[in-house]
């Protein structure tokens, strides 16, 4: 059973699970071919082995899937209802303008007290890259240091 294009196919009712899927395109496989290799997995009682070895039969030309490629593809429908992994969501880089380390420095000379937490959250920048930019430039962040202190009255008791 091959498909037409490789957009988003919404299949209804894979007699494998029985239920309306979305499945999204994969790098390595085509949609069409995760379709055929379910198709054939559960033609096959569910055993990965006998649908590698039908899918090469049916399908001599091409790549074809190992069992442990069609175990996973399971796996990752029964778990996600979706066959195809799907992309990790990163931050955005350098959104809006983009930061000079001249700038932080100036800032952080002008606001001695100032964290890299205030700094990266005036500037949108990690905490990380500002710690950075003043560890390159040879400033170190404001921390903070409770110190014991003895007062003039602490003379009396002694």
Known sequence: MRMGSPETTTINRIFLLGCTLKLRIMAKFGINEYC????????CGRK???????????????????????????KRLRETECVTSRPRVRRPRNVGRKVQP???IVYSLAHPQSSTKMI???????????????????????RYTHVQVLLPRDAERR
């Open 36 to 43: 055929d290799m379910l198709l054939i997995y559960g033609e």
């Open 120 to 142: 990266s959250e005036n500037y949108d920048l990690s905490k990380c890259h500002a710690r950075t930019i003043l560890n390159e430039s040879g400033a170190h962040p404001y």
């Open 102 to 104: 001249e700038d932080v």
């Open 48 to 74: 990965a082995k006998s649908a590698a070895n039908l899918y090469r039969e049916r399908f001599p030309e091409g790549r074809h899937p190992t069992r442990q490629i069609i175990l996973k593809v399971v």
